[in-house]
């Protein structure tokens, strides 16, 4: 199994509603994107997936995300913008895009900061 990850970026402000401490004020974060998919062979040039495809359909949905504040953007107008609900937003906003590919999503990480990150696979 080969496992092909990108990482991109995108700055933001959020607050966490119902949030008792420093979070629930509004600020900000560049936030780190791991996407990683796995494919079980390579394609007929050595490629288990090619990073130029997955950092742009990655980029498509960060980009909306990219300088504003969270809390505005559809679906975290409604849902809080913890590192956990963006990681599986872009998940599941990720994965469709893979489809016709020969290669699944196996996890979205996002870094809040050098030491704080979340995880995402559904079971």
């Known amino acids: 199994m080969y496992q092909v990850s990108i990482e991109r970026h995108f700055d933001a402000a959020h607050y966490l509603r119902d949030y008792q401490g420093k ?8 936030y780190v994107v791991v996407a990683r998919v796995k494919a079980s062979k390579l394609n007929e ?26 809390n505005d ?12 609900n963006i990681a599986s937003t872009i998940y599941n906003e990720l994965k469709p895009k893979l489809t016709e590919t020969p290669a699944s999503l196996d996890c979205i990480e996002v870094f809040e900061s050098p030491d704080s ?6 079971e």
């Open 73 to 84: 953007a559809p679906p975290f107008d409604k849902i809080n913008p913890s590192a956990e």
């Open 23 to 30: 979070c629930e004020n509004l600020h900000g974060h560049r």
């Open 45 to 70: 040039i050595g490629l288990a997936f090619d990073f130029t495809v997955l950092k742009k359909n990655l980029d498509d949905i960060l980009d909306r995300f990219d300088h504003t504040c969270l």
């Open 117 to 122: 990150w979340v995880s995402y696979r559904p």
